[in-house]
Each structure stands twice: as structure tokens, then as C-alpha cells.
Nanobody, 127 residues
Framework: QLQLVESGGGLVQPGGSLRLSCAAS????????IGWFRQAPGKEREGVSC????????NYADSVKGRFTISRDNAKNTVYLQMNSLKPEDTAVYYC????????????????????WGQGTQVTVSS
């Protein structure tokens, strides 16, 4: 069974950092582009960042550029989202998602581009 599991969320003060992990089980991530999304209460799910299967291409939403970094370790079948300089408006449930793409292509920041989703991890930024 194909499964994505997010971890690493929690409560952090403004200006703090968290690293989220997205681990795959039941399949290898080698052929999958990965996206990170978030959904705050009462808002639509939005794309945060994405990475190609090779890791050579990345993309970020304007709201997180310069603060978040996406990376992957295919040997560990895991994708990461390093989040620095966190703000209260970053508070949301964060999801990772996977889509089959050529190794040099990202799947983009649209929710409809992805086939498999994790269950999400809560990130709360508050003093």
C-alpha cells in the first residue's frame, strides 16, 4: 500500500524553526516529484514548495521564499521541508504529496497535480 507519512510538526515561537519530514512506505520516491502543501482553518489548501524526483529542481511559493528549503534523500525515501523564520501566518496543517514525473520536472504547486497524499502534520507558530 502506497503511503506518505509526515512528521516534525509542533508548536514553535515566531522566528523559530522546524524541519518536516515526508517518508514513503510501500513504494520508492525515486520516480516521484514531491510537493509540500498547507491548509489553515477556513482556507484552501495551498502549495508551499515542490521538488523534482532528482532533487535538481525546486520551486517555492512567494510567501516562503528565502525562509523554507525543500530537499530530499532518496536513499532514505524521505523528503524534507526546513522552515526558518517562522511567522504566525505559517500556522497550518502541512501535507506532502507525490506525483510521477520525469527526473528534471517538478509537479508544481497545484493540488490537482498530485496523486498521493499524506495525512498531514500540524505546525503552530505562536508566542
Amino acid at each position: 500500500q502506497l503511503q506518505l507519512v509526515e512528521s516534525g510538526g509542533g508548536l514553535v515561537q515566531p522566528g523559530g524553526s522546524l524541519r518536516l519530514s515526508c517518508a514513503a512506505s510501500g513504494f520508492t520516491l525515486d520516480y516521484y516529484a514531491i510537493g509540500w502543501f498547507r491548509q489553515a482553518p477556513g482556507k484552501e489548501r495551498e502549495g508551499v514548495s515542490c521538488i523534482s524526483s532528482s532533487g535538481s529542481v525546486t520551486n517555492y511559493a512567494d510567501s516562503v521564499k528565502g525562509r523554507f528549503t525543500i530537499s530530499r534523500d532518496n536513499a532514505k525515501n524521505t523528503v524534507y521541508l526546513q522552515m526558518n523564520s517562522l511567522k504566525p501566518e505559517d500556522t497550518a496543517v502541512y501535507y506532502c504529496a507525490a506525483a510521477v514525473r520525469n527526473s528534471w520536472v517538478v509537479a508544481g504547486l497545484g493540488v490537482d497535480e498530485y496523486d498521493y497524499w499524506g495525512q498531514g502534520t500540524q505546525v503552530t507558530v505562536s508566542s
